[in-house]
T-cell receptor, first 114, second 115 residues
Framework: DQQVKQNSPSLSVQEGRISILNCDYTNSMFDYFLWYKKYPAEGPTFLISISSIKDKNEDGRFTVFLNKSAKHLSLHIVPSQPGDSAVYFCAACEGDQGAQKLVFGQGTRLTINP | GAVVSQHPSRVICKSGTSVKIECRSLDFQATTMFWYRQFPKKSLMLMATSNEGSKATYEQGVEKDKFLINHASLTLSTLTVTSAHPEDSSFYIC???????????FGSGTQLSVL
């Protein structure tokens, strides 16, 4: 049972445009969500997170939106840059304190075309 | 879909003991597996890259004699925390590539608590 799903395995966006990566979850107990970015041959690096008490969190070109009723979150990157080409993982957990287990989606490969 | 199984999901041990964590790819062969340690605020630290049939590649600052990695087959990698201490308490997560499309699948993690 996949509790965190990224239904698009890949996404191609033109440089300068907006990239939107989507993630759905099924466990209503999840209340903290994260996005990680991964380049080939490297481990994932933390990008941005959001708590369920918010519906939006912004950090520079990256914005994460959370729709709790739909159990859906999205990552917006604007404007997209070639260096954003990577695999993006969303993850979820119960609570943002301590060592709660992260549950990952399967990732979406984003390609930014010049 | 592809599944990566990690076992055990939780282990509590006394200081000074060794703990082995297994990571298995259940329906695909994984030539490369990764081991991560999860820190507070959910940052993931890549500890090492495990390649089947060869020595693991450790990231800077990770003690290879303390965190022993063995990737003896295309479906199994193990991480052994030797002489565990309370500061080793953490979540340890493995992931595996399914070639050739380089999709990365994560294990369910192991919560290690060292008393």
């Amino acid at each position: 049972d996949q509790q965190v799903k990224q239904n698009s395995p890949s996404l191609s966006v033109q440089e300068g445009r907006i990239s939107i990566l989507n993630c759905d979850y099924t466990n209503s107990m999840f209340d903290y969500f994260l996005w990680y970015k991964k380049y080939p041959a490297e481990g994932p690096t933390f990008l941005i997170s959001i708590s369920s008490i918010k519906d939006k969190n912004e950090d520079g070109r990256f914005t994460v939106f959370l729709n709790k009723s739909a159990k859906h979150l999205s990552l917006h990157i604007v404007p997209s840059q070639p260096g954003d080409s990577a695999v993006y993982f969303c993850a979820a957990c119960e609570g943002d304190q301590g060592a709660q287990k992260l549950v990952f989606g399967q990732g979406t490969r984003l390609t930014i075309n010049p | 879909g592809a599944v990566v199984s990690q076992h055990p999901s939780r282990v509590i041990c006394k200081s000074g003991t060794s703990v082995k964590i297994e990571c298995r790819s259940l329906d695909f062969q994984a030539t490369t597996m990764f081991w991560y340690r999860q820190f507070p605020k959910k940052s993931l630290m890549l500890m090492a890259t495990s390649n089947e049939g060869s020595k693991a590649t450790y990231e800077q600052g990770v003690e290879k004699d303390k965190f022993l990695i063995n990737h003896a087959s295309l479906t199994l990698s193990t991480l052994t925390v030797t002489s565990a201490h309370p500061e080793d308490s953490s979540f340890y997560i493995c992931s595996a590539y399914r070639d050739p499309n380089e999709k990365l699948f994560f294990g369910s993690g192991t919560q290690l608590s060292v008393l």
